[in-house]
């Protein structure tokens, strides 16, 4: 069945899934993507020719299936959790991609999450399509090995929130620099990641992509892990007035890599020059395997202490707004990539972010180009009106009846 044109609600997505709770063998794999639209198989079909992507053996034989071309985003994001409230499972998640070692026990309900590689918006077509392709694959193997074991179950593929946006053009101007402070927050994102003391809030902390590359190749995305399924380990983390420290352990990654820290140090200072705290970003600390230290000074982070920090590109390039600078050797293997950053670490009121001082200045490179285009005129328009100015009449003129007028060269 195809819901072409329709947004499926959380509603009727809850309908539609009944089968799946009420079925005699209630095992399902939950394939997830951290973005990812209909359109994208489309799009991409045109490069791979007359075969669309994932059009694989164990969807063609499948005895039925369905297609969601939109689903809302507040059900796709609660995803997980609405499957694990509806049935009793029992969850694995899948992080080497080889089901069988898994164990399944057919007696009970079992639920395999399987955490796609991520497809990040700024790669080529050609690159988007090679990763479809080997995602096909590693859906089709994964399949299969329970097919060989007699395991009968299904398969549930789907992302986090679309890769295709359309907004209103009447709120894209009013969009441009508000952010989660002064607006609701945006139903496509997911909540910010936040350390509690007691009862209160005393860290924030979101980001729409959180990756990292170890050695030049292996690509590590936190994204998910940090604030979609939340398998992140952020017991460690530590509060004050003065000093706070974000502590984010993850538990084996990607595979070469049993565990991973990344700590990000904050200070609250008063500055006797604006006659206020300031709140500042000091450094940032990557712990692979409790041994490899990896530390990173930081610039242009900081925010009066009343505010949140926000800044559209974080990372260790050298083209990013604010960077991440390596201050040891350890620190060079490594490319930290964070955009949209938000981050308070003091003042948090009211559980959610404060106003954010943002790390773009208020010169921004369309604003300079606008001055410089507009001295570049002015200066064509005040030199054209100088030589107009020059200009003079003649003050002797032929007389066609007498002799041919002569004017020496000193007038």
């Not at 969807?59 to 369905?66: D, G, I, V």
């Not at 328009?381 to 003129?397: C, E, K, P, V, W």
Request: glycine share 4%; hydrophobic share 40%; proline share 4%.
């Amino acid at each position: 069945a195809l819901h072409e044109g329709h947004v499926v609600s959380a509603q009727e997505l809850t309908v539609l899934l009944q089968p799946v709770f009420t079925q005699n063998s209630r095992n399902l794999i939950l394939f997830l993507h951290d973005m990812l639209s209909i359109g994208d198989f489309t799009y991409l079909s045109e490069f791979y020719g007359n075969k669309n992507p994932f059009q694989n053996e164990i969807l063609q034989s499948s005895p039925s299936s369905l297609v969601l071309p939109a689903v809302d985003c507040e059900a796709t994001k609660y995803l997980l959790s609405f499957l694990l409230e509806s049935g009793y499972w029992k969850l694995t998640n899948v992080t080497n991609l080889d089901v069988s070692q898994v164990e399944v026990n057919t007696s009970e309900p079992n639920l395999l999450v399987v955490q796609l590689q991520p497809l990040l918006s700024q790669l080529t077509v050609f690159v988007k399509l090679y990763m479809f392709l080997f995602i096909e694959k590693i859906i089709g193997r994964l399949t299969m090995d329970l097919q060989e074991r007699g395991i009968h179950f299904s398969v549930i593929y789907a992302a986090v929130r679309p890769s295709r946006i359309s907004r209103r053009t009447d709120v894209v101007g009013e969009l441009r620099r508000q952010l989660m402070a002064t607006e609701e927050e945006d139903s496509l994102s997911y909540p910010p990641l936040n350390v509690t003391t007691g009862n209160d809030i005393c860290i924030l902390f979101y980001a729409s992509n959180f990756s990292l590359k170890a050695n030049s190749s292996v690509l590590i995305d936190l994204t998910n892990a940090t604030f979609v399924m939340q398998n992140v380990d952020i017991s460690s983390s530590e509060c004050s007035d003065i000093n706070t420290t974000l502590s984010l352990k993850y538990t084996k990654p990607v595979n070469g890599i049993s565990s991973l820290e990344i700590r990000f140090l904050m200070t609250n200072k008063f500055y006797g020059g604006s006659a206020r705290n300031w709140s500042t970003l000091d450094s940032v600390e990557i712990v692979q395997d409790g041994e490899k230290f990896a530390k990173f000074n930081v610039s242009v982070i900081s925010a009066p202490a009343e505010y949140s920090f926000h800044c559209q590109l974080v990372g260790t390039s050298n083209l990013y707004p604010a960077r991440l600078i390596p201050s040891n050797n350890e620190a060079k293997n490594w490319d930290v990539f964070i955009s949209k950053l938000q981050i308070q670490g003091f003042n948090i009121e009211n559980n959610q972010f404060s106003y954010a001082s943002d790390c773009t200045g208020f010169f921004t490179p369309g604003i300079w180009m606008g001055l410089v285009t507009s001295i570049i005129l002015l200066w064509i328009l005040a030199y054209g009106i100088h030589m107009i100015m020059q200009l003079t009449t003649n003050s002797r003129f032929d007389d066609p009846k007498g002799a041919a007028l002569s004017v020496p060269q000193t007038e």
